[in-house]
């Protein structure tokens, strides 16, 4: 008889932390599935169709059989339009062979820390910020450093905070301008500050053209010592379609590509003929859409206010706002699912976000000013029977 061996799960795997953004969707998605009515204002994810013309050259790439590998950097035409997109809204001069397009901006970041980050070396990140940041660094076994960043500051980098926390293993500085999940902006001179620190940065760009006051900067404009994420999924209501790219400084080039060639091997064939598309006829429709978006951020942030959990900084980009509901509690996770239980409104717990962002919830405002609405109804009834 063979010796039976047990299976082993890595610890990397035991011990990465859910994304709770999700944890409360498919759970609202447990409770729809009984019959019961929820309003979504927990996942960032446009409730636009793509626009027709994007949809229409995905189709008419398939039949034209545009369906085999491209090259690992991506098509030259799709960066080629990349490269006149940041020229055209940034006025910056890039090369095609900078960029290497990913099938979503997550990969593009796993390649960024896989070609940066030796065991232990560390990653300076605001908290709150993205959830997925710090995981996916410790899963490449980087150590992600958090640097706290305050609403009565404007959730932005204190510089001389940044210093402090600055050491012989640090990588990279990171920065997403719009924010998720606080909506913030940093103005040309925050980015300007930060690049002059003399550190490669890496810059989170895709809420860039969600902004309702002011102007996105891209870290470009200030440094080319750094790496820069973007793509079409927010900007382009593409989601689905996991669609993103990279831009890097040319020595970092080869590295990233060999990274991509043997664990992804290029992004989906058609879709990228898409973007194509998406980068030359589609200006119109993110107007459009970025208008609605701030249609309905200016209606959150007044029912917010009226409520009693507005922050003291308006969010100004991506489409998201932090309710700061510390006056209630100290534990924003058993509210989150308290308010999904009682009051049928699906938010995320600031916890997600850090340990910064506890006594927040998250709201996202990418869905029907209906839906809004009626959330905001229910959570103004749900406080209301926590402050009686």
Same mark, same amino acid.
């Given at each position: 008889?063979?010796?039976?061996?047990?299976?082993?799960?890595? !610890?990397?795997?035991?011990?990465?932390?859910?994304?709770?953004?999700?944890?409360?969707?498919?759970?609202?998605?447990?409770?729809?599935?009984?019959?019961? &009515?929820?309003?979504?204002?927990?996942?960032?994810?446009?409730? /636009?169709?793509?626009?027709?013309?994007?949809?229409?050259?995905?189709?008419?790439?398939?039949?034209?059989?545009?369906? *085999?590998?491209?090259?690992?950097?991506?098509?030259?035409?799709?960066?080629?339009?990349?490269?006149?997109?940041? *020229?055209?809204?940034? *006025?910056?001069?890039?090369?095609? !062979?900078?960029?290497?397009?990913?099938?979503?901006?997550?990969?593009?970041?796993? %390649?960024? /820390?896989?070609?940066?980050?030796? *065991?232990?070396?560390?990653?300076?990140?605001?908290?709150?910020?993205?959830?997925? #940041?710090?995981?996916?660094?410790?899963?490449?076994?980087?150590?992600?450093? +958090?640097?706290?960043? #305050?609403?009565?500051?404007? /959730?932005?980098?204190? %510089?001389?905070?940044?210093?402090?926390?600055?050491?012989?293993?640090?990588?990279?500085?990171?920065?997403?301008?719009?924010?998720?999940?606080?909506?913030?902006?940093?103005?040309?001179?925050?980015?300007?500050?930060?690049?002059?620190?003399?550190?490669?940065?890496?810059?989170?760009?895709?809420?860039?053209?969600?902004?309702? $006051?002011? $102007?996105?900067?891209?870290?470009? !404009? /200030?440094?080319?010592?750094?790496?820069?994420?973007?793509?079409?999924?927010?900007?382009?209501?593409?989601?689905?379609?996991?669609?993103?790219?990279?831009?890097?400084?040319?020595?970092?080039?080869?590295?990233?590509? $060999?990274?991509?060639?043997?664990?992804?091997?290029?992004?989906?064939?058609?879709?990228?003929?898409?973007?194509?598309?998406?980068?030359?006829?589609?200006?119109?429709?993110?107007?459009?859409?970025?208008?609605?978006?701030?249609?309905?951020?200016?209606?959150?942030? $007044?029912? %917010?206010?009226?409520?009693?959990?507005?922050?003291?900084?308006?969010?100004?980009?991506? +489409?998201?706002?932090?309710?700061?509901?510390?006056?209630?509690?100290?534990?924003?996770?058993?509210?989150?699912?308290?308010?999904?239980?009682?009051?049928?409104?699906?938010?995320?717990?600031?916890?997600?976000?850090?340990?910064?962002?506890?006594? #927040?919830?998250?709201?996202?405002?990418?869905?029907?000013?209906?839906?809004?609405?009626?959330?905001?109804?229910?959570?103004?009834?749900?406080?209301? &029977?926590?402050?009686?």
């Amino acid at each position: 008889m063979t010796q039976r061996h047990d299976f082993q799960i890595t !610890e990397k795997a035991n011990s990465i932390k859910p994304f709770l953004a999700m944890d409360v969707m498919e759970k609202a998605q447990q409770q729809e599935k009984s019959g019961l &009515n929820i309003i979504h204002l927990e996942v960032g994810e446009p409730d /636009f169709d793509t626009p027709p013309v994007i949809k229409n050259a995905a189709i008419e790439a398939i039949r034209d059989d545009d369906t *085999h590998y491209t090259n690992s950097m991506g098509k030259l035409e799709l960066r080629e339009e990349i490269v006149n997109y940041y *020229h055209r809204k940034y *006025h910056l001069k890039i090369s095609p !062979e900078q960029i290497i397009v990913t099938s979503g901006t997550s990969p593009a970041m796993y %390649l960024i /820390f896989a070609a940066t980050l030796e *065991h232990g070396d560390e990653i300076i990140l605001s908290d709150p910020h993205y959830a997925c #940041y710090p995981k996916m660094i410790k899963f490449l076994g980087g150590k992600p450093i +958090f640097v706290p960043v #305050y609403e009565e500051e404007d /959730f932005k980098y204190d %510089l001389n905070l940044i210093k402090k926390y600055i050491t012989s293993r640090t990588k990279l500085i990171m920065v997403n301008s719009p924010a998720n999940p606080t909506g913030m902006i940093y103005s040309k001179e925050d980015l300007a500050a930060i690049a002059n620190l003399g550190y490669y940065t890496l810059s989170d760009e895709i809420y860039h053209g969600l902004v309702y $006051k002011g $102007k996105e900067h891209s870290m470009l !404009e /200030f440094t080319d010592r750094t790496f820069i994420l973007n793509g079409f999924s927010k900007r382009y209501a593409m989601t689905g379609w996991r669609l993103g790219y990279l831009i890097a400084p040319p020595e970092y080039i080869r590295p990233l590509q $060999k990274i991509q060639q043997n664990f992804f091997i290029c992004a989906n064939s058609f879709i990228q003929t898409a973007g194509i598309v998406a980068l030359k006829e589609c200006d119109e429709e993110v107007t459009n859409m970025a208008e609605i978006y701030n249609q309905r951020r200016i209606y959150l942030l $007044k029912r %917010l206010q009226e409520i009693g959990i507005a922050c003291k900084v308006e969010p100004t980009g991506a +489409f998201y706002a932090l309710a700061n509901v510390k006056k209630y509690t100290n534990n924003s996770f058993q509210m989150a699912f308290d308010i999904l239980e009682k009051a049928r409104v699906a938010v995320t717990p600031g916890i997600d976000f850090g340990k910064n962002a506890e006594g #927040y919830l998250r709201i996202s405002y990418a869905t029907s000013l209906e839906n809004i609405k009626e959330g905001l109804n229910r959570l103004e009834k749900y406080f209301q &029977n926590c402050r009686a």
